[in-house]
């Protein structure tokens, strides 16, 4: 700021006026002092300007990795946040994604809130989160009270695997995400009553576990597709996996989707550029990342009057990993 006075010529208390957008300061001088913060590149301290107002105008994104998901995420939360007069941190560990270890969004959310941070979007939370500031859970954890965006996972799961039913498939295999996170168990869920409604019992050894991690589902894929009587068609519970289900398929010298038809959850980009293109569930990521943003300024302001929970509806994408099988079985 000292800076700033020297290069206009004026005082320091006149500097911060204008940088504060009190009034007594001429047309000309809030001019001449704005072209030297131009010139200077001058920005005020976020934590001085925190403990002045007791407002940052920053909101914080928490995740616990860089994926294509989160990537679509954060173009939704960036284009609601434009020209809104709040910046935004985003804040990650690098550790990988079989290390983290839990609390990891807690922990996260201590070091940003209140200081740093007015409030922040947190990115399917393991667990359930508290803060001294406002937060808003994109993906929450079962059970969660925490104000939350998400997709419709149950309808979605349903509409997928009732595709494959349509399409004749009866040996069904899911590879299922984190059983913590309300999306996954919402996944399964959809996948077991889409079966029930249709009759077919649901074959406990062809539901298999993963993470939402891609690299889980590869040894999941391949017991799935080794087996004496493997599948006709898998249900990833993401994309991520979906797209390594089809690795492994090439792997085994498998035809996608001749001997195996695959649907993913997600509609992430790589799924329409798969060779060939993935079936998948599309749940706007970027919608859900906007509608976030949108809460958490509101309720950061303390003007929200919508529901806590947002729940955006699911399409289903079809595209080139699904067809009949080759023998299609009696109901």
């Given at each position: 700021?000292?800076d700033?006075a020297?290069a206009?010529?004026?005082?320091?208390?006149?500097?911060?006026?204008?940088v504060?957008?009190?009034?007594?300061?001429?047309?000309?001088?809030?001019a001449?002092v704005?072209?030297?913060?131009?010139?200077?590149?001058?920005?005020s301290s976020?934590?001085?300007?925190s403990?002045?107002r007791s407002?940052t105008?920053?909101?914080?994104?928490?995740?616990?990795?860089?994926?294509?998901?989160t990537?679509?995420?954060?173009?939704?939360?960036?284009?609601?946040?434009?020209?809104?007069g709040?910046d935004?941190i985003?804040?990650a560990?690098?550790?990988?994604?079989?290390?983290?270890?839990?609390?990891w969004?807690?922990?996260?959310?201590?070091?940003?809130?209140?200081?740093?941070?007015?409030g922040c979007?947190?990115v399917?939370?393991?667990?359930?989160v508290?803060?001294?500031?406002p937060?808003v859970?994109?993906d929450?954890?079962?059970d969660?009270?925490?104000?939350s965006?998400?997709?419709?996972?149950?309808?979605g799961?349903?509409?997928?695997v009732?595709?494959?039913?349509?399409?004749?498939?009866?040996?069904?295999?899911?590879?299922a995400?984190?059983?913590?996170?309300?999306?996954?168990?919402?996944?399964?869920?959809?996948?077991r009553?889409?079966?029930?409604?249709a009759?077919?019992?649901?074959?406990?050894?062809?539901?298999c576990?993963g993470?939402?991690?891609?690299?889980?589902?590869a040894?999941?894929?391949?017991?799935?597709l080794?087996?004496?009587?493997?599948?006709?068609?898998?249900?990833?519970?993401?994309?991520?996996?979906?797209?390594?289900?089809?690795e492994v398929?090439r792997?085994l010298?498998?035809?996608v989707p001749?001997?195996?038809?695959?649907?993913?959850?997600d509609?992430?980009?790589?799924?329409?550029?798969?060779?060939?293109a993935?079936?998948?569930v599309?749940?706007s990521?970027c919608?859900l990342?906007?509608e976030a943003a949108r809460?958490?300024?509101s309720?950061?302001?303390?003007?929200?009057e919508?529901?806590?929970?947002?729940?955006l509806?699911t399409s289903?994408?079809v595209r080139?990993?699904?067809?009949a099988?080759?023998?299609?079985?009696?109901?």
């Amino acid at each position: 700021m000292s800076d700033v006075a020297r290069a206009a010529g004026v005082s320091t208390a006149t500097v911060s006026r204008v940088v504060n957008g009190h009034y007594g300061v001429s047309a000309s001088t809030t001019a001449q002092v704005r072209s030297a913060i131009e010139r200077l590149g001058y920005e005020s301290s976020l934590v001085a300007s925190s403990l002045r107002r007791s407002r940052t105008n920053v909101l914080g994104l928490v995740t616990h990795s860089f994926q294509s998901y989160t990537a679509e995420v954060l173009k939704g939360v960036m284009r609601a946040l434009g020209r809104s007069g709040f910046d935004l941190i985003v804040y990650a560990n690098s550790d990988l994604y079989e290390t983290y270890s839990e609390g990891w969004e807690q922990r996260h959310l201590n070091r940003l809130s209140g200081t740093l941070t007015d409030g922040c979007i947190v990115v399917t939370p393991w667990a359930g989160v508290t803060s001294r500031t406002p937060v808003v859970a994109i993906d929450p954890a079962r059970d969660s009270t925490t104000p939350s965006v998400t997709a419709d996972n149950l309808s979605g799961a349903i509409t997928a695997v009732e595709h494959l039913l349509r399409l004749g498939h009866r040996r069904i295999g899911f590879i299922a995400g984190r059983s913590r996170l309300a999306a996954a168990w919402s996944r399964e869920e959809g996948y077991r009553k889409a079966l029930a409604a249709a009759g077919v019992p649901v074959d406990p050894t062809l539901v298999c576990r993963g993470s939402f991690n891609p690299e889980s589902a590869a040894p999941l894929a391949r017991d799935l597709l080794e087996r004496a009587d493997p599948p006709t068609a898998i249900f990833a519970a993401s994309d991520g996996m979906a797209l390594k289900v089809l690795e492994v398929a090439r792997q085994l010298g498998l035809a996608v989707p001749g001997d195996l038809s695959v649907v993913g959850f997600d509609n992430i980009p790589e799924s329409a550029l798969a060779e060939p293109a993935l079936t998948t569930v599309d749940q706007s990521m970027c919608q859900l990342g906007y509608e976030a943003a949108r809460m958490l300024k509101s309720l950061v302001i303390g003007d929200w009057e919508g529901p806590r929970q947002i729940v955006l509806p699911t399409s289903l994408q079809v595209r080139g990993t699904t067809a009949a099988p080759k023998s299609i079985p009696d109901l």
